[in-house]
């Protein structure tokens, strides 16, 4: 069964840093979309960041481009998320997520099928 757990998020004054770790275990494909996901009290969850495990493509919502950058380090196993100067606006709850894809259709339309448990993100300004 396919399991991830989320950590790294705490609190942060705005135009601060946090660092999101996401390890998966359960499977051992490489052909996996992994991504990032947020939801805010009273929002709808919003896709942010994608990568595919084989070749390390990537895409980021506009609300993030610049700021944050998603990467995979397939020696650790271990996905991450760095958030750069950060908004009060991007207080969310963050959700590491996974799809099979042989293809890489890693586009947040598709259904994302194993979920973290969330870690919380807090920016104060």
């Known amino acids: 069964q396919v399991k991830l757990v989320e950590s790294g998020g705490g609190s942060v004054q705005a135009g601060g840093s946090l660092r999101l770790s996401c390890v998966p275990s359960?499977?051992?494909?490489?052909?996996?979309?992994m991504a990032w996901f947020r939801q805010a009290p009273g929002k709808e969850r919003e896709g942010i960041a994608s990568?595919?495990?084989?070749?390390?493509?990537?895409y980021y919502a506009d609300s993030v481009k610049g700021r944050f950058t998603i990467s995979r380090d397939n020696a650790k196993n271990t996905l991450y998320l760095q958030m750069n100067s950060l908004k009060p606006e991007d207080t969310a709850m963050y959700y590491c997520?996974?799809?099979?894809?042989?293809?890489?259709?890693?586009?947040?339309?598709?259904?994302?099928?194993?979920w973290g448990q969330g870690t919380q993100v807090t920016v104060s300004s």
């Open positions: 990568i595919y495990r084989t070749s390390g493509s990537t």
């Open positions: 997520a996974a799809r099979y894809s042989p293809v890489g259709a890693c586009s947040f339309a598709y259904a994302y099928n194993y």
């Open positions: 359960g499977y051992t494909y490489s052909s996996y979309c």
